[in-house]
């Protein structure tokens, strides 16, 4: 199998579940109306969608920081419960909330180490608006165990979707497209 069938193998697989984790963060950043507001953070997230449950290799427990499975565990069972969930998560929490590629929410969330680089030619380039979450979500993407990867801006509710070390952005006034409302 070579990389591009790897890559699109990786993405229909798993392509409902990160509709679900985007459309999500895309929720969040729209509900929020106080961006711009100068001392006040909007809601942060940061997702990882991994192939398997062993992903300590790469990751440190990020300490009380937890997804309480107890009320969503499993990503795409209720949209309605999963939202409700992220929005507390995504104002009372750090770090990146890991979930598996059948959609299973890990309870505890993560730090994500660097990769060792030793080529300083395969090292992702960073745009200037990213900060520490998108830059974790972007180099996390590049690892084999990871599908994908989605961030939202607690600064200005973009959200951002990580596959394979590249990434597509979404600033908030684009999040929706055409179905976005207006008013």
Do not use: K
């Not at 920081?65 to 565990?73: A, H, I, L, M, S």
């Not at 180099?139 to 607690?154: F, G, I, K």
């Amino acid at each position: 199998m070579d990389e591009l069938d790897r890559v699109l193998n990786r993405y229909a697989t798993s392509q409902a579940l990160m509709d679900q984790i985007r459309y999500t963060a895309e929720t969040l950043s729209l509900e929020f109306d106080r961006w711009g507001e100068r001392h006040v953070s909007g809601p942060g997230l940061y997702f990882l969608v991994v192939a398997e449950v062993n992903f300590g290799e790469y990751t440190d427990p990020l300490g009380a920081n937890t997804w309480p499975v107890d009320r969503c565990r499993v990503v795409t069972d209720s949209p309605e419960a999963f939202t409700a969930v992220a929005r507390d998560v995504a104002f009372g929490h750090d770090g990146a909330v890991v979930v598996t590629g059948d959609g299973t929410i890990q309870e505890q969330m993560v730090r994500v180490r660097s990769p060792t680089v030793t080529d300083a030619e395969s090292a992702p380039e960073y745009p200037d608006w990213m900060g520490t979450r998108h830059l974790s979500a972007l180099e996390a993407s590049t690892r084999d165990e990871v599908l994908w990867a989605v961030t939202l801006s607690e600064e200005d509710g973009r959200v951002t979707t990580f596959l394979n070390g590249t990434y597509q952005d979404y600033p908030r006034d684009q999040i929706g497209g055409r179905w976005r409302p207006t008013g």
